[in-house]
């Protein structure tokens, strides 16, 4: 299956994906709206980009073959689609209980403290490229099948 | 502002954010390596100090609101014909630190631009013209020395020529990118040129900062240069190019040497250039080995020695004054391609004052040079070659009908992968990732994306030559080259089309 690939090499660190994905998992589908208005009513972004020194990576849930966070989730609100590969969530059944982000490998599952829920990458439903990867300015981030 | 200066309050630029659609996303913080965009605390979001912009537009292209607009700073001081803004701004800096006025890029300088006084002809109804897209057009160059005549001899397959020719450059355009030092710019540019030269089948040049490991792998498409500093120059690197050329001088600060400064210098570069990390790499103004034309001789021929005679050596001289004569005598003294850059040509850093003050329009440095090479029957021992200020495919065809075998591109070829001529490259910050060698700044140069681009600028400017050859019923460069009866003056004085060797539109 495709996934979201990063590449620090060439990570530039400038966090667009990060805005990219806000407005694409906002009602309004603008970027204005989404940051100005949505995100106090808990609007988030799926994935953080990471500065450490010269370095940067943008992180968010990598639909392992094998997920941790789906073995953790103890309200079934995590789960894996055979069909496409994907580690899905289900905003509804989510409890908060945070196992998932003690879970997961990577640090890629947030929480979203308004709404007392996680929040993951859903490798953007419904659109033929996800949000932060069409935005990347460096090609840091790529959409592919390894 | 407080506490600055008072002259460096008379910002070129200011930054205008509309705060309506500004998200407070920090992006414009993060690209801004001036630190003109900064996060303010006290009110708890994102503003701006115009004095701290260079106008280099980073920001305004990635805010991903677009709330964002570098404008020219509208405060006028009182009109005045010969103290203009720029001439104050000099003064005032001087004043503060007593020192040089450095600038970056070519000189923006309001002098004439021949290439914008000059029209292509083109075939009506006598001489039909030729549709690229349905037959075949030859833009094929080869750089080097041609015999004066040649000879062949009948066998048993059809006639074989005897004549030996001397090694050439094979080049798929008429187009190189030009000498940038790895240092100048980052490995990751030059690992950029040298991917799209190897895919255009073109030459790129490495400028006077060696070679690095990582790129002798595309040799054949890399001319290596010797320049006065002599950094990074030894014997496999000389055998790592498909050319060598020895730098002279400079279009965009002749007579003076180059001056690398030790920020810039880091283990990769130190490594390359074979010079201390952290040290400034100077390069003195001339070649402390050449002081004649006879000196110059027996360093091409020392080259051509350690290169076994394989590969062209070219030597590339600033459009001054005297360049006819001087590239005579760099013919003659066994140069097999010979380079004249232009007043206009670019630079990592020069001297404000030699920058805008010294050399002469590539222009009529070539016309002058071709005339005089032919005058004196030596044309053809040598290639012409002419970098400094090519801004599209028309100049470029311009100056091979004028007389050149091909072109070098150095500004278009930066401005392709983002620069915008803000001109601070010598400060090592560039926020596009360009004249910077800050690790966290030269990332912002994908080499796979950054190849790409120069490989479509290439192809792009190929397919318009092939288009404007086809329009004068020309199917090959070769037919262009020197026939400047394809050219026509356009308010040119005497003189001027005298010099070019154009006559005026309407002859």
């Known amino acids: 299956m495709r996934r979201v690939y990063p590449n620090k090499d060439v990570c530039i660190g400038c966090h667009i994906c990060e805005v990219a994905c806000l407005t694409a998992h906002s009602a309004s589908n603008d970027v204005v709206i989404a940051a100005k208005e949505e995100v106090a009513t808990g609007l988030q972004p799926c994935k953080a980009v990471y500065d450490k020194g010269q370095l940067s990576v943008a992180l968010s849930c990598r639909h392992c073959d094998n997920p941790s966070c789906v073995s953790a989730c103890i309200s079934g609100a995590l789960y894996k689609d055979q069909e496409t590969g994907r580690t899905c969530y289900n905003e509804e059944q989510c409890v908060g209980c945070w196992s998932c982000l003690m879970a997961c490998p990577y640090g890629a599952v947030r929480r979203n403290v308004t709404k007392g829920k996680i929040i993951k990458c859903d490798l953007c439903e419904g659109r033929e490229m996800p949000a932060c990867v069409q935005a990347c300015p460096n090609n840091a981030l790529v959409y592919e099948s390894r | ?507």
């Not at chain 2, 115009?50 to 305004?60: I, L």
């Not at chain 2, 790895?182 to 040298?194: R, V």
């Not at chain 2, 009908?401 to 601070?424: H, K, Q």
């Not at chain 2, 190849?451 to 190929?462: D, F, M, Y």
């Open chain 2, 1 to 507: 502002m407080l506490f600055k200066p008072i002259s460096q309050n008379f910002s070129d630029f200011v930054i205008d954010r509309e705060n309506d659609r500004c998200i407070n996303c920090e992006v414009c913080v993060r690209q801004c390596s001036y630190e003109a965009h900064y996060w303010d605390d006290a009110r708890q979001c994102v503003s701006h100090d115009h004095t701290k912009c260079v106008g280099c537009h980073r920001c305004e292209a990635f805010c991903p609101t677009g709330c964002l607009t570098i404008k020219k700073n509208p405060a006028d001081f009182r009109d005045n014909a010969l103290w203009t803004p720029t001439y104050m701004k000099h003064v005032y800096k001087q004043g503060d630190t007593g020192g040089i006025l450095l600038s970056g890029m070519g000189s923006p300088a309001d002098k004439p631009i021949y290439w914008d006084n000059l029209q292509l002809d083109a075939s009506q109804v006598t001489n039909p013209s030729i549709d690229p897209l349905r037959e075949p057009m030859e833009l094929t160059t080869y750089l080097g020395s041609k015999p004066d005549k040649v000879s062949f001899e009948e066998t048993s397959d059809g006639p074989k020529l005897t004549t030996k020719i001397g090694p050439q450059l094979k080049l798929n355009y008429p187009l190189m990118f030009s000498a940038m030092s790895f240092g100048s710019i980052n490995l990751n540019l030059h690992k950029a040129m040298a991917m799209a030269a190897t895919e255009l089948g073109i030459a790129y040049n490495t400028g006077e900062g060696g070679l690095h490991p990582d790129l002798y792998k595309y040799g054949n498409n890399t001319i290596v240069q010797v320049a006065s500093g002599r950094f990074g120059v030894h014997k496999d690197y000389l055998n790592a190019g498909s050319a060598v050329e020895i730098k002279i001088g400079q279009g965009a600060k002749p007579g003076i040497g180059g001056h690398l400064p030790g920020e810039k210098i880091d283990e990769e570069v130190s490594k390359t250039r074979m010079c201390p990390v952290g040290s400034d790499a100077i390069s003195p103004a001339p070649h402390h080995d050449i002081y004649s034309i006879e000196d110059l001789l027996q360093l091409i021929y020392a080259i051509k020695e350690s290169t076994e005679y394989k590969v062209p050596v070219s030597v590339k001289i600033a459009a001054v004054h005297n360049a006819p004569a001087i590239a005579s005598g760099i013919v003659r003294a066994g140069a097999d391609i010979v380079v004249i850059d232009g007043f206009r040509g670019g630079t990592g850093a020069a001297p404000t004052m030699i920058r805008d003050n010294v050399g002469i329009p590539m222009e009529l440095a070539l016309a002058a040079v071709d005339n005089r090479l032919r005058d004196e029957g030596i044309r053809n021992h040598a290639s012409l070659v002419v970098a400094g200020g090519i801004r599209c495919s028309a100049d470029a065809i311009k100056a091979i009908a004028l007389g050149a075998d091909a072109i070098y591109i150095g500004t278009a070829a930066l401005v392709s992968v983002g620069c915008t001529l803000c001109g601070r490259c010598y400060t090592g910050k560039c926020p596009w990732g360009i004249a910077t060698n800050e690790a966290r700044l030269k990332k912002r140069q994908n080499p796979e994306v950054a190849a790409k681009r120069l490989a479509n600028l290439v192809r792009a400017w190929g397919h318009e030559i092939q288009e404007m050859l086809g329009g004068m019923g020309l199917n090959s460069i070769e037919s262009l080259r020197g026939n400047r009866d394809k050219l026509r003056g356009l308010g040119l004085n005497e003189t001027e089309l005298d010099i070019l060797g154009v006559k005026h539109a309407g002859r």
